[in-house]
């Protein structure tokens, strides 16, 4: 994250590779029980697995945000904001 959004979360921590139960989070904010999920073109033939997992994943508490790697790579600020809003309103 850049030097805005870190100041932004002030200090909630995000974790690579977090595990989750039975899954590996792409990245994680245990505090806020918030996952960020980065999905390459090959998830767009899984989206049923996809939400399976996020179902999962949301049944042990935890929101999930999804993003394509494009739209990371295109659009950071957006996606910041995004994640930004998220944590706003969780408190």
Not at 33 to 50: F, M, N, T, V, Y
Not at 63 to 81: A, H, S
Request: aromatic letters at 10%; hydrophobic letters at 35%.
């Amino acid at each position: 994250m850049g030097a805005y959004a870190r100041r932004s979360t002030g200090r909630l921590k995000f974790r690579r590779q977090f595990p989750v139960g039975q899954f590996i989070a792409d990245f994680c904010c245990p505090q806020r029980r918030l996952i960020i999920e980065l999905d390459g073109g090959q998830h767009a033939e899984q989206l049923s697995a996809d939400e399976w997992r996020s179902k999962l994943l949301g049944e042990r508490g935890y929101r999930v945000l999804r993003f394509w790697n494009d739209e990371v790579l295109t659009n950071m600020d957006g996606v910041l904001e995004q994640i930004l809003g998220v944590l706003r309103e969780g408190g």
